[in-house]
């Protein structure tokens, strides 16, 4: 018997997103079917509460307390897994408290990315052989950040100390909307968020604006955690719109990206910018986020110096890799991606 405890709080069902996770989480729960015998609780931990302690646990699964549990699956897919929450109990605390044997974190170990299956689907507009987003010059970069997370606010202050906003496309929300650096684009775009008012839309059904697109050569792409493995649709968006990119993402997530097919820009900057590691958080494979915030800072201000034609000639140059990059998004990763979906549970075992 195959029991699911599903616990997305945050979602609402007109939410985009949703119905592609709900798809995918049934998925995952007919693999566990056809792979284990027994009773197995699957946890949709995607925007629960934190699970503080061993009391918070019991109060949450209360299902899984009553109930003879072979297996437990923590699925998450929209956000970070909750691996880095403050208590993550060891097999024999979560055994004491479940009578379960296993349990299991899904997909950390399967590589399917849910965010570039949603981008696979949604984006379809932009899959289409007379594409054509040139750049046009007028920036250097381009970073929009949303979320005033920690690095993303840093980061804009780096861009502002060093003397980039002015080469720059930037946005950044605040808890006080009145406060975001934002775009007179931002006014046009549906606020699809669920998750409070920052002062800048969330737009995770386009690449934005087509003309704020052609104007910035670089993506400047601030990831939604700079630990763990996780990628959002934040990195596709310059692959699907066949931009050069700066990650401030996860360490190891170029080399990522390059594991699953993808090029990236080592022949033109230095990439160790996205390997810099916290000494004390190796536990979390946690980015030191002021080093590489300063790394992609010096890349900035290099290309910066570059004049016109000198950047003109490196965008050139840069072609093949970009289209490179989307032609294997919508063709080769897309296959891959939906047989790893459908192999999620074998992988991780």
Partial sequence: MIAQLCNSHGFFHGWLPT???????????????????????????????????EETFVKMYPNVM???????????LLDPPSAD???NPDQATLQQ??????????????????WAYFCQQEFQAYNHDKQDLPWTGDKLFLSYNRKPASHRTKLVDAFKMRGLMDSGVVTLGHDDPAKAITIEENANVLNDDIDGDVGVPNDIRSIGNEATWKSALVNVVSETVTNGKFLSEKIWKPII???PFLLLGPPGSMRGLQD???KTFEDFWDEGYNDWRQADAKRYNQLDDAKSIDEICKILKELQSYSSDQLTRMYNDMEPILEHNYNHFFNQFATDNAWRMNRIIRDEM
Avoid: M
């Fill in 19 to 53: 119905q592609y996770h709900h798809a995918i989480f049934r998925k995952i729960t007919e693999q566990v079917e056809a792979e284990y015998e027994g009773h197995c609780i699957i946890v949709d931990d995607t925007w629960i509460e934190t699970i503080a302690n």
């Fill in 66 to 76: 009553r109930e003879h549990v072979e297996h437990i699956f923590f699925v998450s």
């Fill in 85 to 87: 929450c403050p208590w």
């Fill in 97 to 114: 408290l479940t009578q379960a044997q296993f349990k299991h974190s899904v997909p950390s170990k399967s590589n399917f990315q849910f």
């Fill in 241 to 243: 719109g066949k931009r």
């Fill in 260 to 262: 699953l097919g993808f």
